[in-house]
């Protein structure tokens, strides 16, 4: 049977910081609220007039660097995001054509935070299945524009950011992707959601007035859901593929809260010095977060070949998920 490798990472960072101290100034919050409460320091924003798709396309140059191919050289795209340059077309055509590819499949997967994990179990069977036999994986949120800047529970997470993977069909047994698992529960929708721009609430004067064009969400809710999915995604991985946490390197869960991250390395059992976090420099970007730590950790020496890597997020749907890796010596 064929395996699946990340062959290399990338990510993309825009260079403008919006600091707790900033944030202070536009709603009633404080640094020290911020930090104790979130662990958030600072994220990045997007320059005006960017949108995903340019933040994507810096990120996949440099995983395709890291990889030593050409763009040219790729098969598919598949592109996670929530905040895409605009309804259609996808933000993975927008990507194809800003790295220069003029005829390659493409296409987005929406699954909000957890969009990495969930893009990278489509891209493995797709992989596995032929005839592809290097995809890249994109994951790209400018989440600055879908936030609200007057409500002080939602505007201290979230930032902007991308990252990116090629995986590639490979005939080694026992390393690169594993395992992942995909859960939704739609019935709880309603916790975190845009409440219009689609087909339920075109956009209006009204839905402008209302603010109805930015995310909502119930955070004390989440952030309960939040420990119980993501323990649940690890569990489960381990569990049908014979290990235990021992055998864990490194943990990368998604980037929601610092509170959220130590509660799931608690139910889990794993130490923190095994657990890679980054929340502190870009805060919530939703999907990108898991691919953005993902590269961090690889380019930081976090992960070693051999490593057995387990990462786990949830988002918005409500969608969770989770991915075991063993990464290739
Ligand atoms: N600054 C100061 N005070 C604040 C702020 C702020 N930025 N935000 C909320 N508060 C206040 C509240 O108004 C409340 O005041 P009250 O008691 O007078 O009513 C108090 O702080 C406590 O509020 P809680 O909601 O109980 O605070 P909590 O400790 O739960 O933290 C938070 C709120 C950070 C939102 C947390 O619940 C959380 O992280 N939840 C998960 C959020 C999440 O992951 N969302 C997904 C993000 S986006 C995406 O996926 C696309």
């Known amino acids: 049977m064929p395996g699946v ?12 910081v919006l600091t707790n101290r900033d944030l202070s100034m536009m709603v009633d919050t404080s640094d020290e609220w911020i930090v104790t409460r979130t662990g958030i320091k600072e994220r990045r924003i997007a320059p005006a007039g960017s949108a995903a798709s340019d933040l994507g396309a810096a990120a996949a ?7 030593g191919v050409e763009p040219g050289d790729l098969d598919l795209i ?7 340059d605009q309804p259609y077309p996808s933000t993975a055509c927008h990507i194809a054509a800003r790295l220069g590819i003029p005829a390659i ?6 699954a909000a935070c957890s969009g990495f994990l969930y893009a990278l179990e489509v891209s493995r069977h ?20 879908l936030t609200d800047y007057t409500d002080r529970s939602s505007c201290v997470l979230l930032g902007d950011g ?3 993977a090629v995986l590639e069909r490979t005939e080694t047994d026992g390393c690169g992707v594993l395992d992942c698992y995909l859960m939704a529960d739609g019935r709880q929708a309603e916790i975190l959601h845009l409440p219009a721009g689609g087909s339920r609430a075109q956009p209006s004067f009204e839905t402008v007035e209302r603010r109805l064009h930015f995310m909502r969400m119930e ?47 608690r139910s889990l059992g794993v130490p923190m010095r ?8 870009y805060g919530n970007m939703s999907a990108a977060c898991s691919a953005v730590a993902l590269d961090e950790a690889v380019r930081s020496g976090a992960i070693a070949g051999g490593d057995l890597v387990l990462m786990v997020a949830f988002g918005a749907g409500l969608t969770w998920a989770g991915c075991l890796l063993r990464w290739q010596t």
């Open 78 to 84: 598949v592109c996670a995001t929530i905040s895409g």
């Open 274 to 281: 095994k657990v890679f976090v980054n929340i502190a420099q």
């Open 162 to 164: 991308a990252g990116a």
């Open 126 to 145: 797709l992989l596995k299945a032929g005839p592809y036999r290097r995809v890249l994986v994109v994951a790209s949120e400018c989440m600055s524009r």
């Open 105 to 110: 499949p493409a296409f987005d997967i929406q």
């Open 5 to 16: 490798i990340i062959r290399g990472t990338g990510s993309y960072l825009p260079e403008a």
């Open 61 to 67: 140059r440099r995983a395709c660097e890291a990889a």
């Open 219 to 265: 955070g004390g809710t989440l952030f309960r859901l939040a420990i119980e999915a993501m323990t649940e995604a690890g569990r489960i991985l381990l569990e049908r593929n014979g290990m235990t946490r021992d055998d864990l390197a490194l943990v990368i869960p998604h980037q929601a809260n610092m509170r959220i991250i130590t509660a799931v390395a």
